[in-house]
């Protein structure tokens, strides 16, 4: 079984008054949810901010997108060891906005899950469609190319290292990003398991532990059909994200559907 994970990708937006209040209420809110888990990704200059409001309380911070290369002339960049130092545990990858407006390409994805790995940071693989190519019927070959950049770079050793780190996929088609437009739960159900069946090809064992979250249009008015269905294990969140009572109902979503309240040590097992 597995337990829900809710994530908050906050894009570029905030500032350190409306970062407070929202994380101050988050706080509060999420304080006596006990059955799943809860991120938020925030913008790199804010992740003091997120550790010192959030580090006593259940709520996790990460990045939105790192760089593949420890350290060096990399103007821009920000490296695992980042952060990790700013107390991250997750790491978003290969969301499509990365994709699509600064041509990140599959191959640089799966160097910083690499990456992302070797730190220990918890990699969120975003993978989903554009509309021109769910038109088109493409959505499962799209999906199978997305996942399949960074599974065929990881071998036995760090696949098992990722799974040990609980490595989550987020199915989010480009259509509905920021578009008010959801898929329906039947519609992401069967992308859903169709990554899952993708996975479980590599491993069988590891397929039924991986979290496979939905993301595109995730509101508290949908999340309870879409996080019902039985392979979507929670949601990546953008704009609700950042309204504290919208994102808490969201999360309260997921805490009641969640059937497992933790994760033992056997679920991080890879047979
Ligand atoms: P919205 O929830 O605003 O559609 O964004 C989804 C997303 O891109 C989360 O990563």
């Not at 065929?152 to 509905?176: C, Q």
Request: hydrophobic content about 40%; proline content about 3%; aromatic content about 6%.
């Amino acid at each position: 079984m597995r337990r829900n994970l809710v994530v908050g990708n906050w894009k570029m937006h905030g500032n350190i008054k409306s970062n407070q209040l929202l994380l101050e209420s988050l706080t509060d809110g999420l304080r006596d949810l006990k059955n799943s888990d809860y991120v938020v990704c925030v913008p790199n200059p804010y992740l003091f901010q997120a550790r010192s409001l959030l580090e006593a309380t259940n709520i996790a911070w990460g990045g939105q997108n790192v760089n593949q290369f420890e350290e060096g002339a990399f103007t821009g960049a920000v490296s695992p060891h980042m952060l990790t130092d700013l107390g991250c545990t997750y790491v978003l990858l290969g969301h499509s906005e990365r994709r699509v407006l600064f041509h990140e390409t599959n191959l640089s994805a799966a160097a910083r899950f690499d990456a992302a790995i070797k730190a220990d940071l918890t990699p969120i693989l975003c993978v989903g469609e554009t509309l021109a190519e769910h038109d088109a019927g493409l959505t499962e070959v799209i999906v199978a190319s997305q996942m399949d950049a960074v599974m065929a770079t990881l071998g036995d050793e760090d696949f098992a290292r990722a799974m040990h780190l609980n490595m989550v996929f987020a199915y989010e088609p480009v259509w509905a990003v920021g578009t008010g437009k959801t898929a329906t739960p039947e519609q992401a159900q069967e992308i859903h398991q169709f990554i899952r069946q993708r996975i479980a090809r590599r491993n069988a064992g590891a397929a039924s532990k991986v979290r496979i979250i939905y993301g595109g249009s995730v509101k508290a008015s949908n999340a309870k059909e879409l996080f019902a269905m039985p392979d979507v294990d929670g949601g990546l969140v953008g704009g609700a994200s950042l309204n504290a009572k919208e994102f808490e109902a969201i999360c309260r979503v997921a805490n009641s559907l969640s059937s497992n309240p933790c994760l033992t040590e056997e679920d991080h097992i890879v047979s």
